[in-house]
C-alpha cells in the first residue's frame, strides 16, 4: 500500500514516485517537478474552515501561534515533534482603498495581504519552516539555496534561530540588495558569490547539494510550497472564509502561484470552498518569461504535456542574444524559473492569466503602496502594478474584490526607495536610465530648508 504522504510526479502520463523522505527533488522516472502527494482519505481534515479559528485560543502552543503550522492538517506531512517554527505567518490582509482608486477598482475591491511582517521579512518564512521540518525529518545537517536576497535571508535566520543547520547561500552577480544581504551575513551563513546570475547560481547550488548531501531549500523543493499554501488560508481567513475574484502574486522561481493553486486544488477536492478565485501572475518587463511563453506564444499545460520545445527554443534565444533578466525588482529577477511546469498547471486551472509591467509602472505602484499605508519592495509592487493594468484592459472588473500579496518588507531595499523619492531628473536618469525609467509620477522630494525659523515656517506653510 502507498503511504499517505509522499512525493508525487506533476505529469499525471508519468506516475512516478518518491519517499516523503527523498530529497532530490526531481521526479526519479523522468526528472521532472515533484508535488508533495497526501491521500485525503487516511488523515483527518477538519470538516469546516472555521475549526482553524480554534487555534487562536491556544496561542501558548508555538504549532497554533505560527501562522503556517496552524493549518498543520492541510500540510500534513510531519509529526508535531518534528515542526520547526521561528513564529512565521503572522501577517496581514488589510483592505486599501487609497491603493484600489490607484489601480482603478472601487472602494472596498483591494487588500493586500502583507508578507513582509514575517520574521525575515518576506512570505520566504512560510516555505522556510516547512523546508526545515522535512529537513529535520531527514536528519540533514546543512543546507543550501541560490538567492535572489529573501530565500538566504531566511534560510540564515532558520539555521541562526534553530540551530538545527549550517546554512550555504550561493549569490549570483546580479542585484541583490543591502537589506538582504545584511540578514544573511548577520545571521552567519556561509554566504558564496558567484560570477553569474542567479539561473547560474541555482544550476550550481543543485550540483553541489546532490555532491554533499546539502538539503536544497530553493522552490524546486516541493515542502517549501506546503508551507505557502498558508498565505492563502490566512486570506480565507481573513476575509471570512468567503473566496476573492483574483489573487495577483509577482512571479519570480513561480514558486507562490503554484503554492496558492496547490491550496486551492486541495480545498476544493476536500469539500472546503466551492469556488477558486482566478490567479494572475506578474513579471516584470526585463525578466518575463511566463507572460511571454503563455501570452505571446500560447504556451498551456496540457495536462503535462506542455511544449517543452518551445520553452528551452526561447531559453536558446535569450541567451544566444545574451540577454540576462534585468529589473530594479532584484527578487524577480529571474529568466529560468524552476517552477514554471507548475505555474502552467495553475494557471490552467484558474483561469490564470500574466502579465510583465516595466519598472516605472512597478515603482510607481510601490510608491503608492506606500502612500496607502503599507511599505514593500520594488518586486512586491509588481502585483499591484498588473492590477492596474488588467483592470484596464476589462480583464479584471472593477467591481471585484482582488487580492495582492505584498511579498517582502520595504526596508528589504531602502536604496531604491530613496533614490525614487529623491533623485532629480538628471540623477534619477544617470541611476536608472539604462533600465528603462526615466521618470517617476510619485516623488516625494526632501525639501532643503535653511537652519532658520521663518524660512521652516514658510516651508511648512507653503505645503499646506
Ligand atoms: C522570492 C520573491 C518573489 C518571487 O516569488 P516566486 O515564488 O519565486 O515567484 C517575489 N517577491 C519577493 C519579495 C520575493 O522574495
Ligand atoms: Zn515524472
Request: aromatic fraction near 8%.
Given at each position: 500500500m502507498t503511504p499517505a504522504v509522499y512525493q508525487k510526479c506533476i505529469h499525471p502520463a508519468c506516475g512516478g514516485t518518491a519517499d516523503l523522505r527523498?530529497?532530490?527533488?526531481?521526479?526519479?522516472?523522468?526528472?521532472?517537478?515533484?508535488?508533495?502527494?497526501?491521500?485525503?482519505?487516511?488523515?483527518?481534515?477538519?470538516?469546516?474552515?472555521?475549526?482553524?479559528?480554534?487555534?487562536?485560543?491556544?496561542?501558548?502552543?508555538?504549532?497554533?501561534?505560527s501562522g503556517v503550522w496552524r493549518f498543520r492538517e492541510l500540510l500534513p506531512f510531519a509529526a508535531d515533534e518534528h515542526?520547526?517554527?521561528?513564529?512565521?505567518?503572522?501577517?496581514?490582509?488589510?483592505?486599501?482603498?487609497?491603493?484600489?482608486?490607484?489601480?482603478?477598482?472601487?472602494?472596498?475591491?483591494?487588500?493586500?495581504?502583507?508578507?513582509?511582517?514575517?520574521?525575515?521579512?518576506?512570505?520566504?518564512?512560510?516555505g522556510m519552516c516547512a523546508a526545515f521540518t522535512h529537513a529535520r525529518i531527514t536528519g540533514a545537517s546543512r543546507a543550501a539555496c541560490a538567492s535572489t536576497g529573501n530565500t538566504s535571508a531566511s534560510l540564515a535566520a532558520y539555521c541562526a534561530a534553530t540551530q538545527l543547520m549550517r546554512a550555504v547561500i550561493f549569490i549570483g552577480s546580479g542585484k541583490i540588495s543591502y537589506g538582504k544581504l545584511?540578514?544573511?551575513?548577520?545571521?552567519?551563513?556561509?554566504?558564496?558569490?558567484?560570477?553569474?546570475?542567479f539561473d547560474d547560481a541555482l544550476r550550481r547550488v543543485r550540483e553541489v547539494s546532490a555532491k554533499l548531501g546539502i538539503y536544497l531549500v530553493n522552490s524546486v523543493n516541493p515542502f517549501r510550497l506546503e508551507g505557502q499554501k498558508t498565505i492563502m488560508f490566512r486570506v480565507l481567513e481573513a476575509m471570512n472564509w468567503?473566496?476573492?475574484?483574483?489573487?495577483?502574486?509577482?512571479?519570480?522561481?513561480?514558486g507562490n502561484v503554484s503554492a496558492f493553486a496547490k491550496a486551492f486544488s486541495e480545498l476544493k477536492h476536500l469539500g472546503l470552498i466551492d469556488r477558486a478565485p482566478r490567479l494572475a501572475v506578474v513579471n516584470a518587463a526585463?525578466?518575463?518569461?511566463?507572460?511571454?511563453?503563455?501570452?505571446?506564444?500560447?504556451?498551456?499545460?496540457?495536462?503535462?504535456?506542455?511544449?517543452?520545445?518551445?520553452?528551452?527554443?526561447?531559453?536558446?534565444?535569450?541567451?544566444?542574444?545574451?540577454?540576462?533578466?534585468?529589473?530594479?525588482?532584484?527578487?524577480?529577477?529571474i529568466n529560468q524559473p524552476v517552477n514554471l511546469p507548475k505555474a502552467l498547471r495553475a494557471l490552467s486551472c484558474f483561469g490564470g492569466v500574466a502579465r510583465a509591467?516595466?519598472?516605472?509602472?512597478?515603482?510607481?505602484?510601490?510608491?503608492?503602496?506606500?502612500?496607502?499605508?503599507?511599505?514593500?519592495?520594488?518586486?512586491?509592487?509588481?502585483?499591484?502594478?498588473?492590477?492596474?493594468?488588467?483592470?484596464?484592459?476589462?480583464?479584471?472588473?472593477?467591481?471585484a474584490r482582488v487580492v495582492c500579496v505584498l511579498t517582502g518588507h520595504l526596508l528589504k531595499d531602502p536604496d531604491e526607495t530613496v533614490a525614487y523619492h529623491t533623485a532629480d531628473k538628471a540623477t534619477f536618469d544617470a541611476k536608472l536610465g539604462s533600465r528603462g525609467v526615466t521618470s517617476?509620477?510619485?516623488?516625494?522630494?526632501?525639501?532643503?530648508?535653511?537652519?532658520?525659523?521663518?524660512?521652516?515656517?514658510?516651508?511648512?506653510?507653503?505645503?499646506?
Open positions: 527523498d530529497t532530490h527533488f526531481a521526479c526519479p522516472k523522468c526528472g521532472g517537478l515533484l508535488d508533495v502527494a497526501y491521500d485525503w482519505n487516511r488523515l483527518p481534515v477538519p470538516k469546516a474552515l472555521k475549526h482553524f479559528e480554534s487555534k487562536w485560543a491556544n496561542r501558548t502552543n508555538p504549532l497554533d501561534f515542526v520547526v517554527t521561528i513564529g512565521e505567518g503572522q501577517t496581514l490582509c488589510q483592505r486599501t482603498d487609497a491603493v484600489a482608486k490607484f489601480v482603478g477598482l472601487n472602494a472596498g475591491g483591494l487588500f493586500l495581504q502583507y508578507e513582509g511582517m514575517n520574521p525575515s521579512g518576506s512570505f520566504k518564512d512560510n545584511s540578514q544573511a551575513l548577520e545571521h552567519g551563513a556561509l554566504t558564496l558569490q558567484i560570477h553569474g546570475d468567503s473566496v476573492p475574484d483574483w489573487v495577483v502574486v509577482s512571479g519570480g522561481n513561480l526585463g525578466a518575463c518569461t511566463l507572460y511571454e511563453l503563455c501570452e505571446k506564444r500560447g504556451l498551456r499545460w496540457r495536462n503535462g504535456a506542455f511544449d517543452r520545445a518551445a520553452v528551452d527554443g526561447y531559453y536558446a534565444e535569450l541567451s544566444a542574444r545574451g540577454a540576462k533578466a534585468d529589473t530594479l525588482g532584484s527578487a524577480i529577477e509591467v516595466p519598472d516605472t509602472e512597478m515603482l510607481d505602484a510601490k510608491a503608492q503602496v506606500g502612500a496607502g499605508g503599507l511599505g514593500c519592495e520594488p518586486a512586491s509592487a509588481a502585483s499591484v502594478a498588473g492590477v492596474k493594468r488588467l483592470v484596464a484592459e476589462g480583464v479584471i472588473d472593477k467591481d517617476v509620477s510619485f516623488a516625494n522630494r526632501a525639501v532643503p530648508v535653511p537652519n532658520d525659523l521663518d524660512a521652516i515656517v514658510r516651508a511648512i506653510q507653503s505645503h499646506a
